[in-house]
């Protein structure tokens, strides 16, 4: 069964930097397909970028803005979600998602429900 937990949350002021870990367990069934999604305040929970742990390829290439950048360790099993230059309304709970379909952003990867294993989110709070 794949388990998968977050860290890295904080507070910090506009303008700062936090990297995000997702740990990924479990060998019942390969789950292939990481995601990070967030949820900010009062709204639906969105998606990040996801990648596929077997070579690393993410998607987007690119986060628009450039201050998102999701990345895989060598280990293949620790997923991260390096935030540049945070704004205020990247305030939200920061969650890591795991799948076992091959084909990692097809089309309506950006729902939450076409993923099946969750964390409890990681909380991010940038205040000034």
């Known amino acids: 069964q794949t388990q998968v937990v977050e860290s890295g949350g904080g507070s910090v002021q506009p303008g700062g930097s936090l990297r995000l870990s997702c740990i990924k367990s479990g060998v019942a069934f390969p789950s292939y397909c990481m995601a990070w999604f967030r949820q900010a305040p009062g709204k639906e929970r969105e998606a990040i970028a996801v990648v596929d742990t077997r070579n690393g390829s993410t998607y987007p290439a690119n986060s628009p803005n450039g201050r998102f950048t999701i990345s895989l360790d060598n280990n293949k099993y620790t997923l991260y979600l390096q935030i540049d230059d945070l704004q205020l309304e990247d305030t939200g709970k920061y969650y890591c998602?795991?799948?076992?379909?091959?084909?990692?952003?097809?089309?309506?990867?950006?729902?939450?429900?076409?993923?099946?294993?969750w964390g409890q989110g990681t909380q991010v709070t940038v205040s000034s």
């Open positions: 998602a795991a799948d076992r379909t091959s084909f990692c952003w097809r089309a309506g990867w950006e729902h939450p429900t076409r993923w099946t294993y």
